[in-house]
């Protein structure tokens, strides 16, 4: 893991003052850095029987789509306000450095569909933890959260107590 450590470029003060921001940009244009990073989100749920990936804007976007193009299975983005074209449902959060929602469309997950949620980064659990609030009221039988990146100081494993949680790289 630390060959994927090494290919995060580290950006102080981002987005915020006191803010170390951990950007996978770095890594994504790093092609073995990609497909090992992409492996080790995807393996832990390879014949677990998962029918959809839900990714969290926006870097989610990027490696859920991956993860569901390895496991075989369809991909569904969460989306800020507005940015959905059809019926939507809302969840609003709180993030390490402010606040937010997101949303899902209505129709996005079958009842009793097995989903995993992707996004790059664990931090505070705001945005996990309402990702995970869209998919289950909708019906989704929630098999896991995984994520690229935990920031283990900020815990946010204690938002989604009794969920699945995964990581590949813990700082």
């Known amino acids: 893991m630390d060959a994927l450590k090494s290919r995060i470029r580290s950006v102080p003060d981002f987005p915020k003052p006191g803010i170390l921001f951990y950007d996978i940009t770095t890594l994504l244009r790093d092609a073995e850095g990609f497909k090992a990073a992409i492996d ?6 390879a014949g677990q029987g998962i029918a959809l990936v839900v990714g969290i804007e926006s870097r989610g976007f990027i490696l859920g789509a991956a993860v569901a193009d390895r496991l075989g299975v369809g991909f569904c983005p969460i989306r800020k306000p507005g940015k959905l074209p059809a019926k939507t449902i809302k969840e609003s959060f709180n993030l390490e450095y402010g606040s937010d929602a997101i949303e899902i469309h209505a129709d996005a997950v079958d009842p009793g569909q097995k ?11 705001g945005t996990a933890r309402a990702a995970a609030r ?4 909708l019906g989704g039988d929630l098999r896991g959260l995984a994520f690229l990146i935990e920031l283990e100081a900020l815990n946010g494993r204690k ?9 590949v790289l813990k700082y």
């Open 115 to 125: 989903v995993l949620i992707v996004d790059d980064v664990l931090a505070t659990g």
């Open 159 to 167: 938002q989604l107590e009794g969920e699945r949680v995964y990581s």
């Open 134 to 137: 869209l998919v289950k009221s």
């Open 40 to 45: 080790a989100i995807a393996s832990p749920y």
